[in-house]
Protein backbone atom coordinates (compact mmCIF):
# COMPACT_ATOMS: atom_id res chain seq x y z
CA UNK A 1 0.00 0.00 0.00
CA UNK A 2 2.12 2.92 -1.20
CA UNK A 3 1.75 6.26 0.68
CA UNK A 4 3.26 9.37 1.70
CA UNK A 5 4.81 8.84 4.94
CA UNK A 6 5.41 12.03 7.45
CA UNK A 7 7.17 11.96 10.96
CA UNK A 8 6.25 12.98 13.56
CA UNK A 9 2.52 13.09 13.39
CA UNK A 10 2.74 15.92 16.34
CA UNK A 11 4.61 17.84 17.65
CA UNK A 12 4.68 20.53 20.18
CA UNK A 13 7.83 22.36 20.79
CA UNK A 14 8.43 26.10 23.02
CA UNK A 15 8.86 29.19 20.71
CA UNK A 16 12.83 29.71 19.50
CA UNK A 17 13.32 25.93 19.09
CA UNK A 18 14.53 23.86 15.75
CA UNK A 19 12.01 22.04 14.41
CA UNK A 20 12.41 19.41 11.82
CA UNK A 21 9.69 17.54 9.85
CA UNK A 22 10.22 14.30 7.71
CA UNK A 23 7.93 12.88 4.74
CA UNK A 24 9.13 9.78 2.80
CA UNK A 25 7.43 10.19 -0.80
CA UNK A 26 5.88 7.26 -2.38
CA UNK A 27 8.77 5.18 -3.99
CA UNK A 28 9.12 6.43 -7.73
CA UNK A 29 7.45 9.61 -7.16
CA UNK A 30 9.99 12.50 -8.75
CA UNK A 31 7.92 15.73 -7.17
CA UNK A 32 7.55 16.52 -3.94
CA UNK A 33 5.26 19.37 -2.24
CA UNK A 34 5.15 20.84 1.14
CA UNK A 35 1.85 22.74 2.29
CA UNK A 36 1.02 23.95 5.17
CA UNK A 37 -2.55 24.01 6.58
CA UNK A 38 -4.62 26.66 9.04
CA UNK A 39 -8.10 27.19 9.65
CA UNK A 40 -7.66 31.14 8.43
CA UNK A 41 -5.07 30.01 5.14
CA UNK A 42 -6.30 27.11 4.18
CA UNK A 43 -3.67 24.90 2.15
CA UNK A 44 -0.59 26.89 1.05
CA UNK A 45 2.16 25.50 -0.78
CA UNK A 46 5.39 26.60 0.72
CA UNK A 47 7.93 24.77 -1.61
CA UNK A 48 8.21 21.68 -3.99
CA UNK A 49 11.11 19.84 -5.55
CA UNK A 50 11.53 18.14 -8.53
CA UNK A 51 13.77 15.43 -9.11
CA UNK A 52 15.33 16.25 -5.39
CA UNK A 53 16.05 19.71 -6.83
CA UNK A 54 14.47 22.84 -5.04
CA UNK A 55 11.86 24.81 -7.89
CA UNK A 56 10.47 27.03 -5.91
CA UNK A 57 10.11 27.84 -2.66
CA UNK A 58 8.60 31.38 -2.82
CA UNK A 59 5.54 30.01 -0.32
CA UNK A 60 8.13 29.62 2.56
CA UNK A 61 9.44 32.74 4.94
CA UNK A 62 12.90 32.19 4.20
CA UNK A 63 14.95 33.77 7.28
CA UNK A 64 13.86 30.67 9.23
CA UNK A 65 12.20 27.97 6.83
CA UNK A 66 14.53 25.69 4.69
CA UNK A 67 13.33 22.68 2.89
CA UNK A 68 15.60 20.13 1.26
CA UNK A 69 16.08 16.41 -0.46
CA UNK A 70 18.48 14.52 0.77
CA UNK A 71 18.15 11.75 -1.24
CA UNK A 72 15.08 10.72 -3.24
CA UNK A 73 13.35 8.78 -0.25
CA UNK A 74 13.70 11.65 2.57
CA UNK A 75 12.21 15.28 2.08
CA UNK A 76 13.00 17.41 5.28
CA UNK A 77 11.10 20.72 6.70
CA UNK A 78 12.95 22.50 9.07
CA UNK A 79 11.76 25.59 10.86
CA UNK A 80 14.93 27.47 13.50
CA UNK A 81 14.20 28.87 15.44
CA UNK A 82 10.33 28.57 15.23
CA UNK A 83 7.58 31.01 16.54
CA UNK A 84 3.68 30.44 18.07
CA UNK A 85 2.61 31.75 14.40
CA UNK A 86 4.43 28.70 12.75
CA UNK A 87 1.43 26.76 14.37
CA UNK A 88 -0.06 24.22 12.00
CA UNK A 89 -0.62 21.14 9.98
CA UNK A 90 2.44 20.59 7.81
CA UNK A 91 1.60 18.11 4.94
CA UNK A 92 3.99 16.64 2.36
CA UNK A 93 3.03 15.51 -1.21
CA UNK A 94 4.30 13.94 -3.77
CA UNK A 95 3.89 13.23 -7.17
CA UNK A 96 4.65 11.48 -10.41
CA UNK A 97 5.16 14.99 -12.15
CA UNK A 98 4.36 18.24 -12.23
CA UNK A 99 1.04 18.26 -14.38
CA UNK A 100 -0.50 14.89 -12.48
CA UNK A 101 -2.34 15.05 -9.08
CA UNK A 102 -0.21 14.94 -5.95
CA UNK A 103 -0.62 12.60 -2.92
CA UNK A 104 -0.48 13.68 0.68
CA UNK A 105 0.93 12.20 3.67
CA UNK A 106 -1.01 12.54 6.99
CA UNK A 107 0.77 15.61 7.87
CA UNK A 108 2.27 16.73 11.27
CA UNK A 109 0.29 18.84 13.56
CA UNK A 110 2.85 21.50 15.23
CA UNK A 111 1.96 23.73 18.11
CA UNK A 112 4.92 26.24 18.72
CA UNK A 113 4.01 27.72 22.34
CA UNK B 1 -1.66 35.25 -6.71
CA UNK B 2 -4.58 32.92 -8.02
CA UNK B 3 -6.93 32.37 -6.33
CA UNK B 4 -10.48 29.73 -6.27
CA UNK B 5 -14.10 30.09 -4.46
CA UNK B 6 -15.11 27.60 -3.49
CA UNK B 7 -18.46 27.30 -2.19
CA UNK B 8 -20.71 26.50 -0.36
CA UNK B 9 -18.71 26.79 2.64
CA UNK B 10 -21.02 24.01 4.77
CA UNK B 11 -23.60 21.75 4.62
CA UNK B 12 -26.01 19.65 5.84
CA UNK B 13 -28.12 17.34 4.32
CA UNK B 14 -30.03 13.86 5.18
CA UNK B 15 -28.78 10.94 4.21
CA UNK B 16 -29.87 9.91 0.82
CA UNK B 17 -29.72 13.45 -0.74
CA UNK B 18 -27.44 14.23 -3.36
CA UNK B 19 -25.02 17.08 -2.87
CA UNK B 20 -23.29 19.63 -5.55
CA UNK B 21 -20.62 22.08 -4.66
CA UNK B 22 -18.25 24.01 -7.09
CA UNK B 23 -15.13 26.02 -7.33
CA UNK B 24 -14.73 29.07 -9.04
CA UNK B 25 -11.33 31.02 -10.19
CA UNK B 26 -10.75 34.32 -12.04
CA UNK B 27 -8.24 32.12 -13.95
CA UNK B 28 -7.91 29.25 -15.80
CA UNK B 29 -6.29 25.84 -14.91
CA UNK B 30 -4.72 22.81 -16.68
CA UNK B 31 -6.08 20.64 -14.49
CA UNK B 32 -8.65 20.75 -11.62
CA UNK B 33 -8.27 17.87 -8.61
CA UNK B 34 -10.87 17.45 -6.05
CA UNK B 35 -9.78 15.94 -3.03
CA UNK B 36 -11.85 14.76 0.64
CA UNK B 37 -9.69 15.28 3.68
CA UNK B 38 -11.02 13.52 7.19
CA UNK B 39 -10.34 15.28 10.65
CA UNK B 40 -6.60 13.95 11.35
CA UNK B 41 -5.66 12.79 7.75
CA UNK B 42 -4.44 14.36 4.85
CA UNK B 43 -6.42 15.06 1.94
CA UNK B 44 -7.62 12.36 -0.29
CA UNK B 45 -7.78 12.75 -4.19
CA UNK B 46 -11.23 11.73 -5.29
CA UNK B 47 -10.93 12.97 -8.93
CA UNK B 48 -8.83 14.32 -11.25
CA UNK B 49 -9.77 16.67 -14.38
CA UNK B 50 -7.36 16.99 -17.30
CA UNK B 51 -9.53 18.61 -20.27
CA UNK B 52 -11.89 21.77 -20.19
CA UNK B 53 -15.33 19.85 -20.37
CA UNK B 54 -14.51 16.85 -18.99
CA UNK B 55 -17.00 14.82 -17.23
CA UNK B 56 -15.63 12.54 -15.23
CA UNK B 57 -17.61 9.75 -12.40
CA UNK B 58 -15.71 7.83 -9.57
CA UNK B 59 -18.61 5.75 -8.19
CA UNK B 60 -21.33 7.71 -6.50
CA UNK B 61 -19.19 11.07 -7.34
CA UNK B 62 -19.04 12.97 -10.91
CA UNK B 63 -17.13 16.08 -11.62
CA UNK B 64 -16.88 18.23 -14.51
CA UNK B 65 -13.75 20.38 -15.66
CA UNK B 66 -15.67 23.70 -16.48
CA UNK B 67 -15.45 24.93 -20.49
CA UNK B 68 -13.97 28.07 -20.06
CA UNK B 69 -10.77 26.57 -17.76
CA UNK B 70 -12.27 28.59 -14.78
CA UNK B 71 -14.70 26.17 -12.88
CA UNK B 72 -15.63 23.08 -11.57
CA UNK B 73 -18.27 21.24 -9.84
CA UNK B 74 -18.58 17.81 -8.01
CA UNK B 75 -21.74 16.07 -7.37
CA UNK B 76 -21.91 13.32 -4.63
CA UNK B 77 -25.26 11.58 -5.33
CA UNK B 78 -27.29 9.32 -2.63
CA UNK B 79 -24.97 10.34 0.46
CA UNK B 80 -23.73 8.13 3.22
CA UNK B 81 -23.08 9.20 6.62
CA UNK B 82 -18.98 8.42 5.25
CA UNK B 83 -19.21 10.93 3.11
CA UNK B 84 -18.80 13.65 5.93
CA UNK B 85 -15.41 15.35 6.05
CA UNK B 86 -13.83 18.91 4.08
CA UNK B 87 -14.04 18.50 0.09
CA UNK B 88 -11.34 20.53 -1.47
CA UNK B 89 -11.30 21.36 -5.32
CA UNK B 90 -7.62 22.45 -6.43
CA UNK B 91 -6.48 24.47 -9.15
CA UNK B 92 -3.31 23.70 -10.83
CA UNK B 93 -1.55 25.80 -13.66
CA UNK B 94 1.42 24.60 -15.30
CA UNK B 95 4.01 25.92 -18.20
CA UNK B 96 7.25 27.74 -19.03
CA UNK B 97 8.72 26.68 -16.05
CA UNK B 98 6.03 27.72 -13.47
CA UNK B 99 3.60 25.46 -11.45
CA UNK B 100 0.58 26.57 -8.99
CA UNK B 101 -1.57 24.18 -7.69
CA UNK B 102 -3.87 25.96 -5.37
CA UNK B 103 -6.97 25.16 -2.78
CA UNK B 104 -9.94 26.19 -2.88
CA UNK B 105 -11.11 26.91 0.95
CA UNK B 106 -13.06 23.84 1.24
CA UNK B 107 -16.83 22.74 1.52
CA UNK B 108 -17.37 21.20 4.88
CA UNK B 109 -20.29 18.68 4.77
CA UNK B 110 -22.17 16.54 7.11
CA UNK B 111 -24.49 14.03 6.64
CA UNK B 112 -27.97 13.54 8.87
CA UNK B 113 -28.84 9.79 8.96
Known amino acids: DARVTQTPRHKVTEMGQEVTMRCQPI?????VFWYRQTMMQGLELLAY????????DSGMPKDRFSAEMPDATLATLKIQPSEPRDSAVYFC???????????FGQGTRLTVV | GQQLNQSPQSMFIQEGEDVSMNCTSS?????WLWYKQDPGEGPVLLIA?????ELTSNGRLTAQFGITRKDSFLNISASIPSDVGIYFC????FGAGSYQLTFGKGTKLSVIP
Open chain 1, 27 to 31: LGHNT
Open chain 1, 49 to 56: FRNRAPLD
Open chain 2, 27 to 31: SIFNT
Open chain 1, 93 to 103: ASGLGMNTEAF
Open chain 2, 90 to 93: AGLF
Open chain 2, 49 to 53: LYKAG
